[in-house]
Nanobody, 125 residues
Framework: VQLQASGGGLVQAGGSLRLSCAAS????????IGWFRQAPGRKREGISC????????LYADSVKGRFAISSDNAKNTAYLQMNSLTPEDTAVYYC???????????????????RGQGTQVTVSS
């Protein structure tokens, strides 16, 4: 089982980035895929989740209207389009998978089945 996150980088405030999470080793349609983030000195924050089988999505209030999650089931990949980035979005972003979307977006439970390596997102002011 592998979740490969990519797409992080350095961007100026107001800019955009798109994160990708490529999954392998499990049935993509049976799981929900999403992201949580962690900034230095702060607790983990669930960002967004999608259930590829149904298309249902969840978003944290802090990113609603700015971030959009999607999936390409043929590629077993989920995407997080991040727009209007601010310095407060600076963090390491992790993708995770679990049958339940709510588990993915509640990372403090540490209950998700799988997690990929993090990708750093840095937003400069």
């Amino acid at each position: 089982v592998q979740l490969q996150a990519s797409g992080g980088g350095l961007v100026q405030a107001g800019g955009s980035l798109r994160l990708s999470c490529a999954a392998s080793g499990f049935r993509f349609d049976d799981y929900s895929i999403g992201w949580f983030r962690q900034a230095p000195g702060r607790k983990r924050e669930g960002i967004s989740c999608i259930s590829p089988g149904t298309g249902r999505t969840l978003y944290a209030d802090s990113v609603k209207g700015r971030f959009a999650i999607s999936s390409d089931n043929a590629k077993n990949t989920a995407y997080l389009q991040m727009n209007s980035l601010t310095p407060e979005d600076t963090a390491v972003y992790y993708c995770a998978a679990d049958p339940l979307c709510v588990v993915v977006i509640t990372p403090e439970l540490n209950a998700y089945d799988y997690r990929g390596q993090g990708t750093q997102v840095t937003v400069s002011s």
